[in-house]
Every structure is written in C-alpha cells, then in structure tokens.
C-alpha cells in the first residue's frame, strides 16, 4: 500500500454517495464572477477560462439569471461558453508525458487539432469539421414478388426506413409486382400498389424491369403488352443515369420476354459501349439488372460483355432474381453483387441469404464504390423513444419497492425445506402496468415489438455464475396481475427444495412489467430478484461445508469470474478460528494507498479488498486484508480506526503449488482471538474492484446478514 497523494471516489453497486465540497455564498462568487466578466471584456476570452473553472457555478440559479433578465447581453452570450470551458479538466503544469507509440484518433493524427508542447489537443477549440460533398448516396430496393401481397408491408416498411436513410436517390433490381397476368387491369391494380407504397419517397425513383414486370401470363414471347405498360408507367426497359458523382446503367435483363430464354442482344450491347465510353471513368460507375446476366447460359457474358466493362473501368455489377443476397467473386476488379428480397418469397435462415433488406450504395469518394445491406424494419427514427416513456421505464427499473421480496428461506443442505416468502410489487407510474413471474431460466433475445430486430441484451448479460439454473428451489410464483397507478399488491409465495449435498446459491425469479408508452406499443422491464437464505453451519471448527461467495442482489454490472468459496476451522496451535478462503479474479488490484485509507474508503474501496465482521459473545469485530498484497490483517473500529495490524494472520496457501491457477487464490485468514465457543456468526464481503470506478461485492451471507453458528431454532429466523 502507498498513498498516491489523490482523492477518488468510486460509488460501488449497492452504496452509491457523492463527496461534498464547501461552497462560497452566492454575493462573494456573484463578485467573482463580476470580475471575470470585466476581465472578459477587457482582455478576451481565452485569457479568463482557467478563472471561470474557479468561479461558482452556483450562480447558475441566483446571479446570472438576474443579470440575464437585466438584459445583459454579455453575460448571455458568454455564459454558455465560458461554463463550457470552465467544467473542462484542469491540465497540471507537469503533465505526465505521452508515449510516442500511443494510436490516436484519426482527426488528431491528421493534425485538425492544435496541441500544446507536451502533445495534448487545447481545449477551447473551434475546428473546422466541415468536409467536401465527395460522394452520392444510392439505395437499392431488391425483389418483392412472392406470388401475392404478403411482401408488401415489407416494402412499405423499408421506404419508411428510407425516409430516414434520405439518400439521395433509389434504384431496384426489378420484380416489382407479382406480374405474369393475362389482363393488363389487374397488373394496372399491382402497379397502382407498388407505386403508391413507394409515392413517399423523397429521393427519384429509378426502376429496373424484372421478368415478373414484363412477361405475360401466358408465357407469350410475342406478348409485349406488359412491357409497353411498364414503359408506360415506370420508364424505360434500358438506360442510365448521370449523378453528382458516378454514373448508373440500368440493363434490360428479359428482352426475349420468355423465361427460358434468356439473352442481350447485341443492340444492347452496342448502346452499353457508347454509354460507357461517354462516362467518367475517374468517377464510379455501377451497372444495375434483373437476372444475373453473367451466371446465365448462353449469354457468354465473358466474353460479349465483361471485356466491355474492364475497358471503361466498370466497378460494380448488382442483380436480383435469386432471392438470396450474396456477393460474387470479383473479376478483374469489378465488384458483382446479388441482392435479396425486400417482401420477395423466401423461405431459409438468413445466413443463407434470405432475408428482407436494403442495399446502401456510396458513389465516392473519388472511383470507389462502397456496397453495404440493411434488414429491413432497424432504422429508427429520432422518436423512437420518447422521454416521458423513459422516465416511466426508469421509475419501474430503479425503484427498490416496485418489486420487493420480505424474508428468507433455509438452506436446503441439511435437510428438505418448505417456506414461505412475502413478494409485494408497486405501480409508481401513472398507467397501468402488468407484472408477470417466472423462475430464472435461460436468457433469450427479446423481440421488438413493431420493429424487424432482436435484441440479444439478456444473453450478453446472462450471467449464470451467479444465477443457478439448476436449483434445487420450487417457487409458487403468482399468476400475471394488472396494476393500476399507484396501487400495490403482496403475496405470500411458498418456497421449497429436497435436501441438497452442498450449500445452494440464492434462487432467482424474474418480474416483467409491462406498460403501453405512449407510441402504443406493450414495452416489457426486466426485474430480477434473488431470495435470501439463512446460512448456519452447526459447527465451526469441522471445515464443512464449503460455503459459496456470491451476489446476493442482481446487478448489471455483476462480473463473470468463478465463484469464491470459503470454509471454517479451528488453529490446531492457537485454538483460533481459521478461515480458509478462496477467490477467483482476472485482476488481483492494490489500492496503492496506506492503510488508514484502505480503511477508510473500505465500502468504494479503489482496489479488491476482503471486508470480515464477527459477531462474538464480547461483540462485533471487524477486520479486512487486500488479497492482492495479503501481509497483514487489520482490525478496525467503527469509525474506522485501525485498532492493529496482524502481520501473521493472513496468508496466501496457494502460492507453493506447481502450476497455480492464475485467475484464483486460496487464503488461510486466522482470526486473532476469535475462538469457536465465543463466535456467534461471520460475514465476509469481497469487493471486486480492478483499480476502476465500479466495485462489484460477493458475499458469504446476505448483505446485513452473517453466516449463523450453532443450530437454528424457529425464533431465529429472520
């Protein structure tokens, strides 16, 4: 331990307190503040900064207000600025230099921001972050045909990701109605919907003709009537289109008009080289169609069309037609791509390929093109949350009362149990809410409702070293209940398990609220709670049971290392009581700090520390140790004085082996003068914190509560 001359503060999981500092009277920071303006005045403004982080922000709500209202108009436009500058961190004279090896950010390394000589950006800057308009945005809708409508909310549903994608502008790869119709009044009808799902749009609409756009019913290749018609009413078969930054052919895919031939004829071709040849070939070019022309037989694309392509420095080929987005083996350079479907029919995981999405497209910088895809519905507008939603979502997650479980179980180890606990639970939000009730069970990604994405926050916070899964405990959890606002609810729930070999970990039990915000959607709040149990051990001195350490209440930011393990014995040369602990850390931290600091910071303490209280017929004592520098046991009184330092009562037992596990230490922790007959009961706490803001606590017993000695009577209970 050594002092490092600083004054932290770490708020742990369970005990969250905030130091207070003295603050001046409003009139004496008022005249400050006075003085910084006629200083601001006088000199400028990056002369005041280091007195504005002096100044006493409490002013906010008494002096600038009034000078504000007053109509002084410095004091509003320097306000904002000058509390910015001021609440930024004050840059010692000697600061710590920098290594020359650190990666940057980017914008640093490239020097748009001014350093000072020991290499640190000034604060206070204005930088031009203002960039060239070096590329155009493209989006690409894929198939949507699958026999009938089911495919178009998809579609609807991806131009409304589109209008907050706002490209500049939108192409397809075709297939845009169902198509293959006898009677032009019923593909009138599908083009009337495909058109006014996509009227919307902010950005041009640039169609591509697909083999269910323009072949017939009958499968008459001299039946051009749908294709006159998709003329008509979308565009043109073939074409391109010049944009800010690239150019965009759009090929003719099903000129036979007959699926089973399939070709481009050699017009079309003739007119893809003059439109190539006219292109700028410094800048992107991209060839769009329906049918993947270079993977069907008898169009000898290699040979007809590719050397065409390579000539004018083509970059990329996109189509459709397969319903399986996949990317091709690039050829001399030139990227070939296959979309997917956006509403088209599919029917495999998408791994395969198959699932509705959008491409995005960046022609630029420069004559790079840049290819990525979106699933469908997981854009999300600014709304997408709103705050009075949040505050309720926020009042039912941190609210202790909203589900609260009142007393205890036994532990199953030495016998069968059967108890009761006590669950209440508390609408504190102003609509009704719907409390559901399961045992802990495996983590699954929750679906969001009204949205094409699931969220996979319960698996990556699954943490089933702390939450049994196997326990041995049966819960008689209620039936869903809605309540009101305000209004509360208790029941009694019965708890039991068969006789188990080894202490059990405290059972677990999920409550999901439910509300309707105020976007009309059901929104679901996790709320897990773990039951305490009673730990007694009958006999002190027998070195059995091995007792688990663990977490006692749920946490997100409960870590994952092993659990800990702790036993009880007697000293065979003192007759002192002997803990023998065991834990498992992927950082064993010092708090580097003396000993009357270890101790006075013990409850945010800023390293790992274990924290042992007794309870003995002569009353409470406490002692800790830091198991990453394990030389002494100190004993400390409840103000946290040190009472003395036992510099042999403490000591790692793991250390000699061949191989110790690098991630777990055994401790053997002699209780000075603690002998078995006067030990009433123990605690103790192990805090996990690896020299960072949060302390995670694993504990033998309940926080509050102490692993009981000697049998249990029904008084005893908690």
């Keep these: 331990m050594r002092s490092t001359g600083r004054c932290r503060f770490r708020p742990n999981d369970e005990d969250s307190r905030a130091p207070e500092r003295p603050m001046p009277g409003p009139e004496k920071a008022a005249h400050r503040w006075s003085d910084l303006l006629q200083k601001t005045r006088q000199t400028g403004l990056d002369r005041c900064v280091d007195d504005a982080r002096h100044a006493h922000f409490e002013l906010a709500d008494r002096w600038i207000p009034a000078q504000c209202a007053a109509g002084d108009s410095m004091t509003s436009i320097l306000l904002p600025l000058i509390l910015s500058l001021a609440s930024s961190p004050v840059v010692g004279d000697d600061p710590v230099p920098v290594p020359p090896d650190l990666d940057r950010n ?72 169902q198509g293959y119709k006898r009677d032009l009044d019923d593909y009138d009808r599908e083009v009337d919907d495909f058109l006014r799902i996509i009227d919307p749009l902010d950005a041009d609409f640039w169609p591509t003709a697909g083999n269910h756009d323009v072949i017939s019913g009958d499968r008459d290749a001299s039946d051009d009537r749908f294709a006159d018609r998709y003329r008509a009413r979308f565009g043109p078969l073939h074409y391109a289109v010049r944009l800010d930054h690239g150019t965009v052919v759009v090929l003719f895919s099903d000129e036979n008009l007959d699926g089973g031939d399939v070709d481009i004829s050699d017009a079309q071709i003739q007119w893809l080289a003059g439109v190539l040849a006219a292109a700028d070939r410094e800048e992107p070019i991209v060839l769009l169609m329906h049918r993947p022309l270079w993977r069907q037989r008898g169009v000898n694309w290699n040979d007809r069309v590719h050397p065409l392509l390579v000539e004018h420095g083509v970059d990329a080929v996109v189509a459709g037609h397969f319903h399986a987005l996949h990317r091709d083996a690039d050829r001399d350079g030139i990227e070939y791509h296959l979309l997917g479907v956006c509403g088209g029919g599919i029917d495999q995981h998408p791994l395969t390929g198959q699932f509705d999405h959008l491409t995005l497209l960046d022609l630029g910088p420069g004559d790079d093109v840049h290819l990525r895809h979106l699933p469908v519905g997981v854009v999300l507008p600014d709304d997408f949350v709103l705050r009075a939603d949040q505050d309720r979502a926020y009042a039912l997650k941190r609210r202790s009362d909203v589900v609260s479980v009142d007393g205890s179980v036994a532990d199953p180890w030495r016998g069968a149990i059967e108890d009761e606990i006590e669950i209440g639970i508390r609408n504190p939000i102003d609509r009704p809410v719907t409390f559901s009730f399961s045992p802990a069970g495996p983590a699954e990604p929750w679906l969001v409702e009204g949205h094409e994405f699931l969220s996979r926050t319960p698996v990556r916070f699954e943490n089933r070293v702390l939450t049994d899964l196997e326990t041995p405990f049966t819960l008689d959890l209620p039936d869903s209940i809605t309540l009101d606002p305000g209004e509360r609810r208790t029941f009694e729930v019965s708890v039991t398990a068969p006789q188990v070999d080894a202490p059990a970990l405290p059972p677990q039990f999920q409550v999901t609220a439910t509300f309707t915000d105020d976007q009309a959607r059901r929104v679901p709040l996790r709320l897990p709670r773990r039951i305490p149990i009673d730990r007694r051990d009958p006999d002190v001195g027998d070195g059995h049971p091995r007792w688990p350490v663990t977490g006692w209440a749920h946490s997100v930011y409960e870590t994952l290392e092993p659990l800990g393990f702790l036993t009880t014995s007697t000293d065979a040369d003192s007759g002192e009581v002997v803990i023998e602990l065991e834990i498992a850390d992927d950082r064993f931290a010092d708090d580097d700090a003396p000993p009357e600091t270890t101790v006075g910071a013990r409850r945010n303490p800023h390293g790992d520390l274990v924290v042992i209280t007794v309870g003995t017929t002569g009353g409470p004592r406490s002692f800790l140790f830091e198991p990453a520098d394990p030389d002494r046991l100190f004993e400390f009184d409840a103000d946290g004085g040190i009472v003395k330092g036992w510099s042999e009562a403490v000591r790692r037992i793991d250390s000699g082996e061949a191989a110790p596990d690098p991630i777990r230490r055994t401790y053997r922790i002699r209780l000075p003068e603690v002998r078995p007959k006067a030990l009433k009961g123990v605690q103790v706490e192990v805090a996990d914190n690896d020299r960072a803001y949060h302390t995670q606590w694993r504990r033998l017993a309940p926080r509050g509560r102490m692993l009981e000695f000697g049998p249990m009577s029904a008084s005893d209970r908690p």
């Design 106 to 177: 980017r914008v640093l390394e490239a020097g748009r921001f001014e350093l000072d000589d020991a290499g640190r950006a000034r604060d206070g800057q204005l930088v031009d972050g203002s960039a060239d308009r070096d590329r155009t945005l493209l989006a690409i809708l894929p198939d949507r045909t699958t026999g009938d409508d089911r495919g178009l909310d998809r579609l609807q549903r991806a131009v409304q990701d589109l209008a907050l994608l706002r490209p500049d502008a939108v192409f397809c790869v075709g297939d845009l109605v």
